[in-house]
């Protein structure tokens, strides 16, 4: 038996509506799938204007634009995430600096966030890794301090929320990921959140070329033209079909996970008190959307000798982000502001565990294996 880290979800209606996407003839981008899974994300997260992107590393390079960073401005944000949220930033010719994590929910350390602002700063770029949030009240209030942009790289957080509000609408510009591996997807895919009205009219030219097609197709222009920078960021009514069909049924498949995520952290407790282990933290005003369940290991050794003996058993598991800041890219276009020691221990020491709506019948034997694994490794 092979128990794969991890196997896309499909619902069953996903070709169905691909079918009627290819029977109605509009087969590109801003048809009507795209305006349901538009619809469907304002209502669900509140935010002023959701727009589908191929990908959420094109929305992050959108907001990048919106944010208008040019050479030398700066933005905050953690080493501890996936290439294309500081790429977005050295595209502009902007430099990320790299700040610490916290030791218990893995986000940016709020308290490492001031000491870092230079004359340079422009935006905080923050991830809720895992899809727990980070501390959006005080970074919100940093960002107010020295008025700077605050963009939640919400791609592991669709359906997450914090204080009751949805992650992706508490800052000024928010994105998702559609993409296989994360909770709802379309293969490929993202969105684009935007918070506030002032970005609204600049995000839709950005995402269609620098043309204002948009206002065009609504009849607000007579002809349409080259207005600004921008580039093609729509997906075609194909992949929007295809997502309709996962944004249907998004709170039984993130129910799903979440109770998965649940009979994990409930089997692994006493791993954790005899002190073999340590489990995710979730503080209490955090709505998590069981994304993805990790364990971290007493050090680099125990994980790689863990997850060999899992491969063994036929079990997927996974290590995580390389972290940003040692990569190559990272060391040539960004700088670092203080040590980054919880970064490297977390990146030495995190596995995650298989998580997808189907686990159900073999979440037990997960389990079982998980804890003849362990054995000897804390010793
Ligand atoms: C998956 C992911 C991305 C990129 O998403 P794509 O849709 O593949 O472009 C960006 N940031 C984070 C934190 C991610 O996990």
Redesign the pocket.
């Known amino acids: 038996m092979i128990i794969s880290f991890n196997r896309p979800y499909a619902t069953g209606n996903e070709l169905a509506h691909v079918a009627a996407a290819a029977a109605g003839g509009h087969w590109a981008g801003d048809g009507p799938f795209t305006a349901k899974c538009r619809a469907w994300l304002e209502a669900r997260t509140g935010t002023r204007m959701a727009l589908l992107t191929h ?6 390079e959108m907001a990048a634009i919106l944010a208008d960073l040019k050479p030398g401005d700066e933005v905050i944000m953690p080493s501890y ?2 290439p ?2 500081a790429n977005a930033v050295v595209l502009r010719g902007a430099t990320p600096v790299f700040v610490d994590i916290r030791p218990d929910t893995l986000n940016i350390d709020e308290a490492r966030i001031e000491p870092a602002i230079t004359a340079q700063t422009r935006a905080i770029l923050v ?1 809720h ?1 895992a899809g727990v949030a980070c501390e959006m009240d005080a970074i919100m209030a940093i960002a107010r301090r020295h008025g700077l942009l605050v963009i939640e ?1 919400a ?2 957080a669709v359906m997450a929320g914090c204080k009751g509000r949805p992650l992706g609408s508490i800052g000024h510009l928010g ?1 998702l ?3 296989a ?2 909770n709802l997807t379309a293969g ?3 969105a684009l959140l935007v918070n506030e009205e002032r970005f609204c009219r600049r995000a839709e030219i950005v995402r269609v070329m620098g043309t204002n097609r948009s206002q065009f197709l609504r009849g607000e222009v007579d002809k349409y033209t080259w207005v600004d920078q921008g580039s093609s960021c729509l997906p075609s009514e194909l992949t929007a079909a295809f997502l309709w069909a996962q944004l249907e049924v998004a709170e039984e498949i993130t129910r799903r996970r979440v109770r998965l995520w649940q009979a994990y952290h409930t089997g692994c407790a006493s791993l954790e008190r005899d002190g073999i282990l340590r489990r995710p933290v979730v503080p209490r005003h955090c709505q998590h959307n069981g994304h993805l369940y990790y364990l971290l290991l007493p050090n680099a050794r125990s994980r790689e000798v863990f997850m060999a003996r899992m491969k063994e058993r036929g079990i997927g598991c996974a290590f995580h982000y390389q972290p940003l800041h040692n990569s190559p890219a990272g060391q040539r276009f960004g700088r670092c502001h203080g040590g980054l020691s919880v970064t490297e221990h977390v990146t030495d020491c995190l596995v995650r565990l298989p998580l997808w709506p189907g686990l159900e019948d073999h979440q037990q034997e997960v389990m079982g294996a998980l804890t003849d694994c362990l054995a000897g490794l804390a010793d």
């Open positions: 990908s959420c590393t094109a929305a992050l995430s996936f294309s949220t991830i890794y790289d791609a592991h994105v990921s559609f993409h591996t994360k490929e895919g993202g």
